[in-house]
């Protein structure tokens, strides 16, 4: 039962072979024969289906609209984080200034209890000059004294052994040598 079919009939269902005579040049040239139908299909929609170019027409303009709101809200935070930097730089700006007011206060204050502290220093080294001046011509004057004292006593004491008759041997105690007095 296996009866034999035409050739004509068989052809549909076999695979078609590359014809040998085509180059490859011409296999390029192909698809884009193919792709200006899809294009004419495309068109052919379009005409049958205005509603359509028209939805084309608006997605390109929201696509459109959507680019240039990036554009626009990528500007707009640049400028932004631009005024926030310029009011950060404002703010430590003055932060520096009252510093500094505040570290001239404390200086001038520290520069004036110094300046207290030196004076009173200079008053005290002063008295204690004058103290040391004062005490310095109190021990010359009990120098003197001294001096004086010693040479009445021993004025007294030469005149005390002249009277006695005895020789005072000058740095020697006032005792004579043993022996006895000389005559």
């Known amino acids: 039962m296996t009866s034999a079919a035409p050739a004509h009939r068989a052809a549909p269902h076999m695979a078609q072979s590359p014809d040998p005579t085509t180059t490859p040049q011409a296999q390029i040239a192909a698809p884009s024969a193919e792709a ?62 009252r510093l500094v007011e505040q570290l001239d206060g404390v200086e001038m204050r520290l520069g004036a209890r110094i ?4 004076a009173r220093m200079d008053g005290l080294e002063a008295r204690m000059d004058a103290g040391f001046a004062e005490h310095g011509a109190q021990i010359a004057g009990l120098d003197r004294k001294l001096a004086a004292l010693i040479a009445h006593l021993n ?11 005895r020789l005072l041997i000058p740095n020697a105690s006032a005792r004579e040598p043993e022996g006895g007095p000389l005559s």
């Open 36 to 97: 200006k139908t899809a294009r004419s299909r495309l068109r052919d929609q379009i005409a049958e289906n205005p509603l359509g170019g028209l939805m084309m027409a608006v997605l390109a303009f929201l696509g459109t609209v959507v680019v240039a709101l990036l554009i626009f809200t990528l500007n707009s935070l640049g400028e932004r984080i631009d005024r926030v930097e310029v009011r950060l730089v404002e703010q430590l700006d003055g932060v520096e200034m």
């Open 115 to 118: 300046d207290g502290v030196e």
């Open 155 to 165: 004025a007294t004491e030469a005149v005390d052994a002249a009277l006695e008759h």
